[in-house]
């Protein structure tokens, strides 16, 4: 399948927490995204008649109050073990040798990986599709609700990463795996912020 990466950093934006530009986000989705893809119809009708609180308060329950659909990819894949906090380190250095500013959100929040995707060559890009985010998208949507207009969103894009990298494949990505071969990524580290483990929900304004 043949997708504009732009699409992904659209993606990441609707995937942040909602501001006004959400509906420009869905727009230009709609204009990038392939056929052969599943549409986001059912959040574009939402955003028509809802205001930016209500989409606000939808976006917390869905992905801060309920651990189960948390938007953290290090996560689904390593709970609390000392492995997510080497991802979470690694994922910050990278964000920053990428230039790709870090939001409010862990820096293993899927928009972030979303984003640093179409920086990365083609043979880590693939890696990091189908050895993690493919993978934490997969335990995520079983979790959400099928009217939830959220969950059109995970479900487009886990059909235009396995249509361009292939299906999910974690392998050694979940547990005790090594991390992809970014850059960055392949140092030895020694973590020690517990601070950044605690938990996936956080408190919104």
Same mark, same amino acid.
């Given at each position: 399948?043949?997708?504009?990466?732009? /699409?992904?950093?659209? %993606?990441?934006? /609707?995937?942040?927490? *909602?501001?006004?530009?959400?509906?420009?986000?869905?727009?230009?989705?709609?204009?990038?995204?392939?056929?052969?893809? *599943?549409?986001?119809?059912?959040?574009?009708?939402?955003?028509?008649?809802?205001?930016?609180?209500?989409?606000?308060?939808?976006?917390?329950?869905?992905?801060?109050?309920?651990?189960?659909?948390?938007?953290?990819?290090?996560?689904?894949?390593?709970?609390?073990?000392?492995?997510?906090?080497?991802?979470?380190?690694?994922?910050?250095?990278?964000?920053?040798?990428?230039? %790709?500013?870090?939001?409010?959100?862990?820096?293993?929040?899927?928009?972030?990986?979303?984003?640093? %995707?179409?920086?990365?060559?083609?043979?880590?890009?693939?890696?990091?599709?189908?050895?993690?985010?493919?993978?934490?998208?997969?335990?995520?949507?079983?979790?959400?609700?099928?009217?939830?207009?959220?969950?059109?969103?995970?479900?487009?894009?886990?059909?235009? %990463?396995?249509?361009?990298?292939? *299906?999910?494949?974690?392998?050694?990505?979940?547990?005790?795996?090594?991390?992809?071969?970014?850059?960055?990524?392949?140092?030895?580290?020694?973590?020690?912020?517990?601070?950044?483990?605690?938990?996936?929900?956080?408190?919104?304004?």
């Amino acid at each position: 399948m043949s997708v504009d990466d732009k /699409i992904y950093e659209h %993606l990441a934006s /609707i995937l942040s927490y *909602p501001e006004e530009q959400i509906r420009e986000g869905v727009e230009k989705v709609h204009e990038l995204a392939p056929v052969e893809v *599943p549409t986001l119809k059912l959040l574009s009708d939402y955003l028509e008649g809802a205001s930016t609180k209500s989409v606000e308060e939808l976006f917390t329950r869905t992905f801060d109050l309920n651990p189960s659909c948390c938007l953290e990819v290090g996560w689904h894949l390593y709970g609390e073990d000392y492995p997510r906090g080497a991802f979470l380190v690694n994922m910050r250095q990278t964000l920053a040798e990428e230039n %790709l500013p870090e939001s409010p959100e862990l820096p293993d929040h899927l928009s972030h990986c979303l984003r640093l %995707l179409p920086k990365l060559e083609a043979e880590d890009a693939e890696a990091f599709a189908r050895k993690y985010i493919l993978p934490a998208v997969g335990k995520i949507l079983p979790a959400m609700e099928d009217e939830n207009p959220y969950t059109c969103v995970l479900e487009m894009l886990q059909s235009l %990463l396995e249509g361009q990298y292939g *299906p999910g494949d974690p392998g050694d990505g979940i547990g005790n795996a090594k991390l992809v071969e970014l850059p960055i990524l392949d140092n030895v580290l020694h973590y020690n912020n517990t601070e950044d483990l605690q938990g996936s929900g956080k408190k919104r304004r």
